[in-house]
């Protein structure tokens, strides 16, 4: 069994910050890529930005600037920092995993329960 467990939504004006934390835990082999999404009422699930287990970094457009994710894979944590934050980053962040385990064939994609950011003045 494998758990991402996400923290550090909030309610935030507009041009604050917020940093985002996701905690992988369970029968972990290896962490490939990690990133994070966001979904806005009525709207799709989309990609806010990704980091392979190298480094390489991976941003939305509407985010890029602001957002930056980086990772410690001592930890098996991921991190999304977000600075001047704008109402229409409301939504729904969901933390995602590419993981191999020790208990299962292949690597398999993992969510984590997501947490609200609402940037509101």
């Known amino acids: 069994q494998v758990q991402l467990v996400e923290s550090g939504g909030g309610l935030v004006q507009p041009g604050g910050s917020l940093r985002l934390s996701c905690a992988a835990s369970g029968t972990i082999f290896t962490i490939y890529a990690m990133g994070w999404y966001r979904q806005a009422p009525g709207k799709q699930r989309e990609l806010v930005a990704a980091?392979?287990?190298?480094?390489?970094?991976n941003y939305a457009g509407s985010v890029k600037g602001r957002f930056t994710i980086d990772r410690d894979n001592a930890k098996n944590t991921v991190y999304l920092q977000m600075n001047s934050l704008k109402p229409e980053d409301t939504a729904v962040y969901y933390c995602?995993?590419?993981?191999?385990?020790?208990?299962?064939?292949?690597?398999?994609?993992?969510w984590g329960q997501g947490t609200q950011v609402t940037v509101s003045s």
């Open positions: 980091i392979t287990s190298g480094g390489s970094t």
């Open positions: 995602n995993g590419r993981i191999a385990t020790m208990t299962l064939p292949g690597e398999y994609d993992y």
